[in-house]
């Protein structure tokens, strides 16, 4: 592809930002513009709860750039309360809705990339118009929220959905002295881990006065005026003076779908290795797209912030005229729950079964330093491994910090293709304040290996 003239990049979280500078970096001649529907862009999304608990001083902590900013630092324009409404392949134009002046201007590009990224999903009745109901997906959704809890009296909240954010809000809220129902469709929370971990995420939100509802099948609020002031979860009735929705979020493809782009099972845009759509002249990296899963080698949804923005690069790159590809993904992600942490890396039970793997797995709890030490707590591991080729397919944590890298040398194994007899193999570190004398990783690693000769 020749060096484009002119690049546009729609949407300004994540991957928009990465994308644009790059492209900028790439071809230094080029003009590149960035256009945003909301008031900010590169937030850490991700630390909105942290913010929220007050362990993050301020919202504007985790605002990395404003417009002027990023034009003095990456050359790149960006626009503001500017959504962009409809694309023209043929003439290849933008019609953008200039939110602050209430106008549509049209803009002509070379190449587009298109970083979108995802919506919070609702549940019919828990619309956000309502003044105490809210979602945790934007700076916008923050602000409206603290305003909320700073000018009423909240004495309760429910959070509906039990995944990543509703786990880490209801640990904000524990913070701050608001007891906090959470109510869940499935039998107990984050019901994507194992289910071993999610008992244990069970015992500790109990342990921390966070009372969990499951298999909640109906679900409807009771509104008076214009607030929520009570769920009814089947049977119960839960008062709550806020309701937050954490159930779960989606690609943000409208503008695609109007454009035609051929989009994929998961709602994701399709894209090539060069994150191409199937215009070639626009490019798209995100949350809003399909990522391919290294480990089934088909298409597969990740809307975690550490990918959008590693294929923003790429995605910018190329809509320069540059030549980088994109690797499958290998999930690896984690959350904070209370005074532990989980991890996930590879794939879990649920998933091998989906993909009809032939698989089994082991599971080992052990201390997470020397028993001597006082910090000494346990960690819970298990690992999934195929039953023909005894090749490392995943693994899941729950403990301390050390999960992580835990989580991390799994990536690094299942990547490399290693058997389950790698995990015997690696000499491991020891010193009393910092690790076990045994590692969890090597006991897992030798039960895997017996049972396996069964």
Known sequence: MMNPAKIIVVGGNSAGPAAAAKAKRVNPGAVVNLFEAGQFISTGTCEIPYVLSGEIKDYEDVVFYNPESFLRKKGVRVFIRQRVEDIDRKAKTITVNDLQ??????????????????????????????????????????????DYLKNNSVKRAAIIGSGYIGLETSEALNKRNIPTTIIEKEVLPLPSAEVEISKRILAEMENHTVNFIGECNNLEPFVNEDKVISVKADDDYIESDIVLMTTGIAPNNLL??????????FGGIKVDKKLRTSDRYIFAAGDNIEYTNALTVKPDYFPFSIYSHSFGHIAGENAAGGNANSEPIIKNVSVKVFNYYFASVGLSTKDAELSRFKFSSVTAETPNLVTVMPESKNSFGKIIFDIENKRILGASFFGGKEVSGYSDLISSAVYSEQKIDFLTKITFNYTPPLSPFINLLSVLGRKAIAKSKR
């Not at 049209?106 to 999903?121: F, M, N, P």
């Not at 695609?256 to 099972?265: F, M, N, P, R, S």
């Open 101 to 146: 002046n209430d106008k549509l201007v049209e803009h002509k590009y070379d190449t587009l990339i298109l970083c979108t990224g995802s919506y919070a999903k609702m549940l019919p009745g828990f619309s956000t118009d309502l003044k105490n109901v809210f979602k945790l997906k934007s700076i916008g959704d923050l602000i409206r929220l603290e």
């Open 256 to 265: 695609a779908e109007k454009a035609k782009l051929d989009i994929g099972t």
